[in-house]
């Protein structure tokens, strides 16, 4: 073989590397479809809710005890203060599991 013709096999081997890199890009696309607009309002719900539904319990328990143990808005203060923080922490722990999910499937598709 001629040193032209071995420039030729060289460029057609990167050619067909290129094209299989793309094609196998664009097959992982189709596979991991990104989410869309719904799907991130949804998710947005599901931590709003994550959040409000322990608020709500402890201030709805607060004010129960409050009812049968006059004194105040001791228990539902504090209660609500406590359902928040319940909340706010269930809420960060979703998230972030969530996103370590994200990075272990993203580094799963990159090796």
Not at 13 to 23: D, I
Not at 65 to 89: E, H, I, K, Q, V
């Amino acid at each position: 073989m001629t040193d032209e013709s071995g420039k030729t096999l060289k460029k057609d081997a990167g050619l067909a590397e290129q094209v299989g890199a793309k094609a196998a890009r664009k097959l992982k696309a189709q596979r991991n479809a990104t989410p869309g607009v719904w799907s991130g309002l949804g998710l947005m719900g599901v931590v709003g809710w994550s959040v409000v539904v322990p608020t709500l319990l402890g201030a709805a328990l607060g004010l129960w005890l409050d009812r049968r143990y006059p004194g105040g808005r001791t228990w539902t203060l504090a209660l609500l203060m406590a359902g928040l923080t319940l909340g706010c922490l269930n809420a960060w722990h979703w998230v972030s599991k969530e996103e370590q999910a994200m990075r272990e499937e993203q580094g799963n598709d990159d090796g």
